[in-house]
């Protein structure tokens, strides 16, 4: 028996007592309980409002005893529900899917292309828009304090400019947590951690609805603009992949809006598709990346690919890019001059003296280590800071208090930096659009300004291009140093931002501060080019925080539109990647085990074959038999004792002895039954009312009425429900001799949601849930069973 600590009943309830009579918990709960009827409850993550009201049963507390523990990411929320990505093939499903014929399977391929379209298009207006507000609000705003600035460094007073700066920033910032924390609350951070959650079959929330859409937009040109350490660019994959979500279903459940079209992709699998389409679309859009964001969504997103679904992403990506370019090419006036392919753009790196020398590649494969640990130390101090976040500051009026301090010390940092900074640099046509000049002699700008004084994409471009001389090193170090703890400190705050741009950023000064110190070694200018380097440090460093090799590598070529350094870009991410996982895991993984997100990765814990599916399944389980009363129906959904999804269906039998199994059917489909009454008298077995169609199931989707909401008389609870129609005869059983492995690789290939484990004899033995495998992880200690808690 392997060595599994904390056993812990999944369900995380107790049998509640009635009248003396003990009342078994329905699907999914455990055998195993707690020894004092106490429920853990854990602070609530600032970045995902974790409840939610699509959720069709909110469970009592009322009665139970709550005892605080202090949030650790050895624990599993109870909150978070599965999609439901196998397709139910019921009869009403099979019906449908035989009266298609070959030309309507046809229209229904083309329909999906044209809805790719769509999403490209989209994406990319979004992205137009971010970045014209931004440069337009970021342009006041720097021309009001550099203006303030100048009068005042003659006249004397700065200080009145450090107010100006630091209030604008707060200001601004205050607005865009505001909406965050009091609208939408997912929408806080990138959103990829979310998304990759969503993908991976995990529901998360309100992440893909219209409103979380306009709070993004909204909250992220407020924190870009605000000066913060964040970058637009991440936001951009969530942004898309709420437009796919939305276009796909050809309908807005938050307007209550119905077109009418599209409707037979209103269900989890094909939705699950589009988001994938629309979080490529948002990467080829920020970075002007199309290939790279097909392999952004392969890598980091999503969990099930296949090679049509490729096509269709690269399309929406290539769309998405065009359609960027096209607008903003109108927008700076050279309508038909496509040269903006993304949001941000490093500029080209293609003159003789950015080639490389055999002898280098050893450097950047310990540039790469360097990144690797500086991004391990960067998500370290982040996982702290967000664990204290989600113990202390979960109250949305502190999370905002907290925004504003960051902007405002941000704002301070940045004033005092120039201040005192002495490098003063010659004035060049390329100097930058907001040079300050501050104490420096007439035809000179204060450097550490040009770092600091405007949008962090014209900063990388400048640490990128800029000649070498442009920056001394003390002022590259300074500013490596103070940026490496503001951006740390700014990630995780209830602001919607990315982490590409700091990091790239950051990166950029400590490389070509490398490249810097190399030139002064060798004293030959000619190879050690400060650029390259910078841009091998943006490499490493981006690569040491979010550990993608792949994808990143083909982003960074295509947005240098130089492929000479793809083999050099390759070292140093895969270097970057396995030096910080020797310490600490990416940072997207670490925010997803801090939401205690029910994650299913790739494979099983390598030393989990000793476990059985006996061992890991919930039982009881409560079935439902092929006839059931509607009373015992609506009594089981409206338990407060649980929330679970799916109920084995089995054969009539008046014996206490397990049923056989002959299929398996959703809260969901029962709700729908019982909306519609879909009853049969107990006399005549005639049907009350007509027969049910898919489109009705579907209209009802993503959110089903709760049961509360559904009125059964008396007279109606004595009749019958015939399940036989719209139960899925063919569920997935393993049986219970399968092993851990074995059942977690048919549960996460299939993207199942339920899976019935059954003896020889095909009876019904439990049931296994996301929560019963994801509970199993590699620990210190050999494999571990982490805690489950309710949020």
């Known amino acids: ?123 990319g207006l979004i992205a137009c828009f971010i970045d014209i507000m931004v440069e337009q609000l970021a342009g006041v705003k720097y021309q009001v304090i550099k203006s303030n600035i100048d009068k005042f460094t003659e006249k004397g007073g700065l200080s009145f400019s450090l107010l100006l700066w630091a209030t604008l920033n707060a ?42 859409l306009v709070v993004k937009v909204c909250g992220v040109i407020l924190s870009v603009v605000g000066g913060l350490a964040v970058g637009k660019e991440g936001p951009m994959i969530h942004s898309g992949a709420v437009v796919a979500a939305g276009i796909s279903q050809g309908r807005s459940t938050s307007l209550k809006k119905d077109f009418k079209i599209f409707e037979y992709f209103r269900r989890d699998t094909e939705k699950r598709d589009f988001v994938s ?152 046509e390329n100097s930058g659009e907001y040079t300050l000049q501050l104490f420096c002699a007439d035809g000179e700008y204060n450097a550490m300004a040009s770092a600091f004084f405007t949008t962090p994409e014209s900063s990388v471009r400048r640490l990128f291009h800029d000649p070498a001389g442009s920056f001394n090193p003390q002022t590259l170090g300074l500013f490596t140093l103070l940026y490496f703890f503001l951006s740390c400190w700014t990630y995780g705050l209830t602001v919607s931002a990315g982490v590409f741009i700091p990091s790239l950023l950051l990166g950029a000064a400590w490389g070509r501060l490398f490249g810097i110190m190399l030139t002064t070694i060798s004293n030959d200018s000619i190879w050690a080019d400060p650029g390259k380097y910078a841009l091998m440090g943006a490499a490493a460093q981006l690569g040491g925080i979010v550990r993608m090799t792949l994808s990143l590598t083909v982003i960074m070529v295509e947005a240098t539109g130089n492929v000479t350094y ?85 054969e009539n039998s008046g014996n206490t002895e397990p049923s056989r199994l002959c299929g398996l059917i959703l809260r969901s489909q029962l709700i729908v039954l019982l909306k519609h009454k879909v009853f049969v008298e107990r006399e005549n077995l005639s049907l009350i009312q007509g027969r049910l169609k898919l489109k009705d199931f579907r209209d009802a989707y993503p959110r089903f009425p709760p049961i509360q909401s559904i009125h059964v008389s008396q007279d109606e609870r004595d009749c019958l429900m015939d399940l036989t ?45 996301r929560k019963d495998l994801a509970r199993y992880r590699i620990g210190k200690n050999g494999l571990e069973e982490l805690c489950l808690a309710q949020t």
């Not at 195993?32 to 993550?45: A, E, W, Y």
């Not at 003159?351 to 370290?380: H, Q, R, V």
Request: with cysteine; proline share 4%.
């Open 566 to 650: 793809g083999f050099p870009i390759m070292l140093v991410l895969i270097t970057a990647k396995i030096v910080g996982d020797l310490f600490i895991e990416g940072l997207y993984d670490l925010h997803i085990k801090l939401q205690s997100v029910p994650f299913l990765h790739w494979e099983a814990p390598v030393t989990s074959h000793s476990l059985t599916a006996r061992e890991v399944m919930s039982t009881p389980v409560t079935c439902l038999r092929r006839r059931e009363k509607v009373g015992i129906i609506v009594d089981i959904l409206s338990k407060t004792t649980s929330n679970h999804n799916g109920f084995p269906v089995v």
């Open 171 to 212: 200001v601004i910032v205050m607005v865009g947590s505001l909406v965050v924390a009091f609208i939408e609350p997912v929408a806080a951070g990138s959103g990829i951690p979310q998304i990759k959650c969503f993908l991976n079959g995990v529901k998360i929330p309100h992440v893909v609805r219209l409103k979380t």
């Open 277 to 428: 389409a629309g979080a490529a679309a948002g990467v080829s859009a920020a970075f002007g990346a199309p290939v790279g964001g097909v392999l952004f969504s392969l890598e980091e997103g999503a969990s099930f690919w296949n090679q049509l679904l490729t096509w269709r992403i690269f399309f929406a990506s290539m769309i998405s890019t065009f359609t960027l370019n096209f607008v903003l090419s109108i927008y700076n006036h050279k309508p038909g001059d496509l040269s903006n392919p993304g949001l941000i753009n490093f500029g080209r790196f293609d003159t003789d003296e950015n080639s490389y020398k055999y002898f280098e590649l050893p450097i950047f494969i310990g540039m790469g280590a360097i990144g690797g640990m500086l991004g391990a130390l960067f998500n370290a101090l982040n996982n702290w800071l967000t664990m204290f976040r989600i113990r202390y500051l979960h109250r949305r009026c502190l999370q905002v208090i907290e925004a504003v301090l960051v902007a405002a010390v941000t704002a301070t940092v940045s004033f005092v930096m120039i201040y005192y900074s002495s490098d003063c640099q010659p004035l060049r």
């Open 725 to 769: 129609e719209f139960m899925n005869p063919t569920p997935y059983t393993v049986p219970q001799e399968a092993s851990l492995p074995r059942v977690f690789k048919l549960f996460r290939a299939l993207g199942l949601r339920h899976l019935v484990v059954v003896d020889n004899q095909n009876r019904v033995m439990g049931l296994v849930t």
């Open 1 to 123: 028996m392997a060595n599994v600590a904390n056993r812990v009943s999944w369900s995380g309830r107790e049998q509640a007592e009635e009248d003396g009579e003990s009342t078994p918990l329905l699907n999914g709960a455990s055998n195993r309980q707690f020894s004092s009827s106490i429920l853990f409850r854990i602070g609530q993550l600032s970045t995902v409002d974790l409840g939610d009201e699509n959720q069709e049963l909110e469970t009592d507390l009322s009665s139970t005893v709550v005892k605080e523990i202090l949030h650790n990411e050895n624990l599993l929320s109870l909150k978070y529900e599965s999609l439901d990505y196998d397709n139910s093939e019921n009869q009403l499903f099979m019906e449908e899917e035989r009266r298609i014929n070959h030309a309507a399977f046809r229209t229904v391929e083309v329909t999906r292309w044209v809805i790719c379209g769509m999403i490209g298009i989209l994406t």
